[in-house]
């Protein structure tokens, strides 16, 4: 019931947004027409088949990549550019290799003007919600795959971000960190509510996170459909309601040739 | 949980580094025995060669004695010093501007529009080619060593600063914009640490170019400096300088391009090659 309360409020709204790409040889329309609404510290996935555009269209949300057409609000204000309003975890874990753990969850804040003595403070709490403890002075060459994502996590977490953009975080990862990650996210959600899209190819993990499901087309994409997940948390993998959605999500979804 | 996993790590790492650095070493003071070996059972009295080519006794006594004694106006050291101080003084000066140059001509098309032309005419031009103009334009003293010594050094480290820097990680950048640094901020958080491996590639290529120039400048014109050492061994058919100039170079270079990578070590712990 308490949930009920804290998601009313709308936090990103899309309006028929349009993505084409053009290079010198040929234009490609990546995403056709898409409106959603994400309400506050709702957990969003965006869920689609591989190479359907889904990193562009977070890239769009985010602000990283211009909108062909149609526009973004996200906490009241027009999406125009990248900011420190919305924060980014990435695919490619795109962390600074030449800075520590420390230094790169500080990032943000740094580059805000936050004293030096508070963005630390601000940086130890996140990285010690992530499970890095005692990593603070490590380089990221130095850490395993899903310890680098950690440091993704607490870096967006550290600017306090309205809204956190998270495209496919653990798809690097093998099946049991993955797991682990996921179940990692759900802890660090519980404790700090954010308001999350988190993007992926991977139905069970779509199902075992969101509060939502967005089913995502093949290119140019657009929402095919979207599922309310109102399992109880934590969810398991193989509980009848799961399987069923699983099921059902399933048969919706477009092959990838 | 307290027992940093990384810490155990690193010390097996150092053991096994330590070890490795002990047999090169071992190995190189082989190899190097060897070479002398050779050197020495070919040049010994009665070869042909050895009419030719001092032997390594004769020519490493030499070269040590030198430390002591003056050969022309100079010891060794000071002859070293000599062509150290010129390739310092043109390195650096080709630091301070080629370094600026190949990053601003990276962040900025206009300014690669503008210099590109002329950076394209200079560079392939062998940095020797210079020696008669400058000596025309600065004398035979010292400014026109400094001259072409610049020459030779900037265009790597202009090359090697463009392409750091173009070479930036977009991804990198789009991630510092997303957590909120404005175009200053990117340029010396993101763009500058990332072109610095490249930086040093240059520098390092710079390094060996520069020691070819000097003793080609000092060949030409000087009375001090490890290239008048060979090139008066020369003229007074006193092969065992000659050849003890030629050790001495390989001395210095060697010397300059391990200080070099040590400054690179501690600036660039974060990359492969820095540890
Ligand atoms: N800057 C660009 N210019 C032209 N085409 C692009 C650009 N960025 C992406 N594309 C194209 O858009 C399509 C979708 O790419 P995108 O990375 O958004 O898909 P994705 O769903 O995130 O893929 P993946 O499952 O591999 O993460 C690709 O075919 C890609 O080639
Ligand atoms: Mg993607």
């Known amino acids: 019931m308490d949930r009920e309360r804290q998601i009313k ?48 269209l977070l890239n769009v949300m985010a602000g990283l990549e211009k909108a062909t057409s149609g526009e973004i609000i996200v906490n009241g204000e027009k999406v125009t550019r990248p900011g420190p309003d919305r924060g980014f975890v990435y695919q490619t874990l795109a962390l600074f290799p030449w800075l520590t753990v420390m230094g790169n969850v500080c990032f943000g804040p740094r580059m805000r003007g936050i004293s030096k003595k508070e963005r630390e403070e601000r940086a130890r709490y996140y990285i010690d919600l992530v499970g890095l403890k005692g990593f603070e002075d490590s380089y990221p060459v130095q850490l395993s795959g899903g310890m680098k994502q950690r440091v993704g996590i607490a870096r967006a977490y550290c600017n306090e971000p309205s809204v956190l953009f998270m495209d496919e975080p653990f798809g690097h990862l093998d099946a049991q960190t993955r797991y682990l990650m996921q179940d990692e996210l759900m802890r660090i959600w519980e404790k700090e509510k954010r308001t999350i899209v988190f993007v992926t190819n991977n139905i069970e993990e779509a199902i075992y996170l969101a509060d939502r499901v967005i089913v995502l087309t093949n290119c140019p994409t657009q929402v095919k459909k979207e599922y309310i997940i109102d399992l109880p948390r934590p969810r398991d993998y193989v509980d009848p309601g799961f399987l069923a959605l699983r099921e059902d999500i399933s048969s919706v979804v477009d092959k990838t040739l | 949980m307290k027992v940093s996993i990384s810490g155990a790590k690193e010390k097996t790492l150092r053991q096994m580094k330590a070890e490795e650095a002990a047999k090169n070493v071992l190995c190189a003071l082989i190899s190097i025995f060897v070479f002398c070996l050779v050197w020495h059972l070919g040049t010994r009295n009665g070869t042909k060669l050895g009419e030719l080519l001092p032997g390594p006794v004769e020519t490493l006594s030499y070269f040590f004695r030198g430390f002591a004694a003056n050969i022309g106006t100079y010891t ?53 080619a210079w020696i008669p103009l400058s000596i025309v334009w600065f004398g035979i003293g010292e400014g026109s060593k400094y001259f072409i010594i610049f020459l030779g050094a900037f265009t790597a480290m202009t090359i090697n600063a463009y392409a750091g820097v173009t070479s930036v990680d977009e991804v990198l950048v789009g991630a510092a914009r997303m957590l909120g640094a404005d175009e200053k901020q990117v340029f010396i958080n993101v763009v500058m ?13 710079a390094l060996s170019s520069s020691w070819g120039v000097v003793l080609a400048a000092e060949m030409i014109r000087s009375s001090e400096g ?20 030629i050790i001495a170079v390989g001395v210095v270079g060697f010397a300059s391009v391990l200080l070099m990578r040590e400054i690179e070590r501690r600036l660039c712990s974060w990359t492969e090659r820095g540890r």
């Open chain 2, 226 to 245: 490890l290239g008048w050492i060979i090139i008066s061994g020369q003229n007074t058919n006193n092969n065992v300088q000659l050849l003890a100039g």
């Open chain 2, 76 to 128: 060794m050291v000071g002859h070293m010093i000599w062509s150290f101080m010129r390739v310092f003084i043109g390195y650096v000066i080709a630091m301070l501007i080629g370094i600026p140059l190949g990053v601003a001509m990276g962040w900025s098309k206009t300014a690669n529009a503008i210099f590109r032309p002329i950076f394209e005419v200079i560079r392939p031009i062998p940095p020797i």
């Open chain 2, 193 to 205: 640490p990332s072109a610095v491996p490249s930086i040093f590639a240059g520098l390092q290529i």
């Open chain 1, 9 to 56: 409020n709308k936090m990103i709204t899309m309006q028929h947004v349009a993505k084409t790409f053009v290079t010198e040889r040929k234009t490609t329309r990546i995403i056709d027409d898409i409106s959603l609404e994400v309400k506050e510290n709702e957990l969003v996935a965006l869920f689609g088949p591989g190479q359907c555009g889904k990193t562009t």
